[in-house]
């Protein structure tokens, strides 16, 4: 797992590229601590690339989510592939994330 | 120093001013905290709170009128004042309850103009009191006579404020005499906006008599009697009405389970034809099972364990609309309102048709 943030304007991208399991997910939340440092900004989570997500990626995505709604930030998802947007609606993360398309 | 031609007791009051003026300013920004912070802590919500220190031309303008009543500057009760507007007329008295207990009231010398009125009269009504700030609440070795200083606390209305704004510029400040015919419309204006205060303060009674009602009725589980709307389907919430399946979902995976908000599903449940909480409560029976069996299927088969609160909420709708015949539009139409208008709604709307085609939901 690969992760990339970028501090853009006023946006913090953080780009996704491949599997974020339970394995990769020690280290991813170690990663995205410029995020949570952040969180009063927008933080677009870029999924182009992110090819799976587990329970532990789920937690790290709400970890973020919670971090931006406490301290007056937003967090965007944007180009996940089809199969995670279902994982988002079968547990009932499409209610908390704003998800855009490309 | 400019000589405004006052006489040497006015001379020797500005004076007196101009030393207290530090400390004045001061004052302003304690008094202000000390009254934002209470109302904050008591949940009041009030249009301004606002404060100002008397500027020295207005002070000789009052002192060459009537500078002879002061013996000293600390008679003088509005070299600071503050101001608390209030949304409705009933704040008035709850913004002077607070400032009884905060400061130090002299009575002697406060007006409350509302009550100075006859029984046919009308005309600026505006609570004044002056305070002084107590010890226990602030102390400033620098500027020790913080303490001793009175300052004039207005407490208002909005439409006091308004009024009296308007009176103050048209009338009394101008320096032209208003002819009689004038100030009888304003006065007739301040009788209207009395009224429209006293109407403000009683919708607020009755809004808030209806939610008690509601309230209760939610609770005394008369779901059928309650209207579905805003309020209605917020103390519906609280009941916590979907967790029963939300935990039945959760347990199997041994899920947690994450809070989501619900509020939005408001007018998914509105176009499903709800128009009761007891109607929601029927979809709840009718579909609980389809709904169970839906998530099943979809979770039952990975090892995700953690689930948000909205998963039985959305599963229920889900049911509902293919029940109702809605297909795959309605599916997408209620991604589309949870989640924003998106083309991939289309393409999850075709996955879970699917999946209740194979569950035979439909």
């Known amino acids: ?102 | 120093m400019e000589d405004y031609g006052l006489d040497l007791h006015g001379t020797l009051l500005l004076e007196e001013y101009r030393k207290l003026r530090p400390a004045l300013m001061k004052m302003k920004g304690v008094a202000l905290s000390i009254i934002r912070e209470d109302i904050a802590d008591k949940n009041l919500y009030v249009t301004a709170t606002e404060a100002r220190v008397k500027e020295e031309q207005s002070l000789a303008g009052k002192l060459a009128l009537k500078g002879a009543k002061y013996a000293s500057a600390h008679d003088i009760t509005d070299l600071l004042g503050v101001r608390v507007i209030t949304f409705y007329s009933d704040d008035v008295e709850k913004i002077a309850a607070m400032a009884e207990n905060l400061f130090i009231i002299d009575r002697e010398n406060s007006v409350d103009k509302r009550k100075m009125h006859q029984l046919d009269s009308f005309g600026y009504n505006s609570l004044h009191y002056i305070c002084r700030i107590p010890r226990r609440l602030y102390q400033d070795s620098e500027f020790p006579e913080i303490n001793d200083i009175p300052f004039e606390l207005q407490i208002r209305t909005s439409l006091q404020h308004v009024w009296a704004t308007l009176y103050h510029d048209s009338g009394y400040k101008s320096g032209v005499e208003v002819p009689k015919e004038y100030l009888r419309q304003m006065n007739r204006l301040a009788g209207m906006l009395e009224l429209a205060d006293e109407q403000f303060c009683l919708i607020r009674s009755g809004i808030n008599d209806y939610r008690r009602r509601v309230q209760s009725l939610v609770a005394d589980g008369r779901l059928e009697e309650v209207a579905l709307d805003g309020d209605t389907f917020k103390s519906y919430l609280s009941m916590r009405p979907f967790d029963a399946l939300n935990h039945r979902i959760a347990s199997l995976n041994q899920a947690e389970i994450q809070e989501a908000p619900l509020q939005s599903y408001l007018p998914v449940l509105k176009d499903l034809g709800l128009t009761t909480l007891g109607d929601v409560q029927q979809m709840i029976y009718d579909c609980q099972e389809d709904a169970y069996r839906l998530a099943s299927y979809q979770l039952g088969v990975t090892d995700i364990d953690i689930i948000t609160s909205a998963v039985a909420l959305q599963n229920l709708c889900i049911i509902k609309i293919l029940r109702q015949g809605g297909g795959k539009p309605g599916l997408q139409a209620l991604f589309d309102q949870i989640n924003g208008h998106s083309g991939s709604n289309a393409s999850l709307a075709e996955m879970i048709y699917k999946q209740a085609e194979t569950l035979k939901l439909i």
């Open chain 1, 1 to 102: 797992m690969e992760i990339t943030i970028t501090n853009n304007d006023n946006a913090m991208v953080c780009a996704f590229k491949g599997r974020l399991d339970t394995p990769a997910s020690l280290q991813a939340s170690k990663d995205i601590q410029p995020l949570l440092d952040n969180a009063d900004k927008e933080i677009i989570l870029d999924c182009t690339d992110l090819e799976y997500i587990s329970s532990s990626g789920l937690r790290i995505l709400l970890g973020i989510r919670k971090e931006t709604a406490r301290k007056g930030g937003k967090v965007i998802i944007k180009n996940i592939r089809e199969e995670i947007r279902q994982v988002f609606l079968m547990t009932g993360f499409y209610n908390l994330f704003e998800i855009q398309d490309a």
